[in-house]
């Protein structure tokens, strides 16, 4: 029997465990460190989903590499509300530098979008896009993905850094919601 958990009144089971997670952070790193060939980076980390994804991507990329957070809000329980509340801004200058925004998942492409427009007001030298998760059937907007871990079926899922009503980041692997 597939590994199980239980959030709320929810039930999720195994959909991708710890240790191919870790290996698809450890190659993303290495192309985003070959990419920037040594250009300092400031990882923007999308609050609070991506806080794993950012903290394991770090581990692989150069000392002058700054880290930096961001918080918006567009879910709400397992829906996205279609609209987007910045909660924190970026917490550190992000004009004339390379920008790396870290996500923990892609669904309608809604709160990509805001951050994009908020990041290029900003003047960045440049600015890129990784995100763990994509889910390609939910897009609903055209969004710029550099690096994408891996793209998967239109169903909630919960684990590393995602949530459902707050519960189920502190779990290594991913899980997806029982049908
Ligand atoms: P979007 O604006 O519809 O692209 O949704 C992006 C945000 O919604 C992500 O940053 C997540 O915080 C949240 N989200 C989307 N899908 C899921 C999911 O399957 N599980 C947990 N959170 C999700
Ligand atoms: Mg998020």
Redesign the pocket.
């Known amino acids: 029997m597939k590994k199980e958990v239980q959030l709320h009144d929810r039930h999720f089971e195994l959909f991708l465990d710890a240790e191919a997670i870790q290996a698809k952070v450890k190659a993303l790193a290495e192309q985003i460190r070959k990419d920037y060939d040594g250009k300092p980076l400031v990882l923007l980390c999308?609050l609070s989903?991506a806080f794993r994804f950012a903290a394991d991507l770090a581990r692989y990329l150069n000392d002058r590499t700054e880290i930096a957070f961001i918080k918006v809000q567009?879910?709400e329980g397992m829906m996205?509300s279609g609209l987007?509340r910045e909660q924190l801004a970026a917490t550190v200058s992000l004009s004339g530098k390379h920008v790396l925004l870290v996500?923990?998942?892609?669904?309608?492409?809604?709160?990509?979008r805001f951050l994009v427009e908020k990041i290029y007001q900003k003047a960045p030298a440049s600015l890129k896009i990784a995100t763990l998760l994509l889910?390609p059937d939910a897009l609903k907007h055209p969004v710029q993905t550099d690096y994408v871990g891996f793209e998967i079926p239109n169903h909630?899922?919960?684990g590393y850094g995602?949530?459902?009503e707050e519960q189920g980041r502190c779990l290594n692997d991913l899980y997806v919601l029982k049908a």
């Open positions: 999308v989903g567009s879910y996205s987007v996500e923990d998942i892609v669904d309608t492409g809604t709160t990509i889910k909630f899922v919960v995602l949530d459902y």
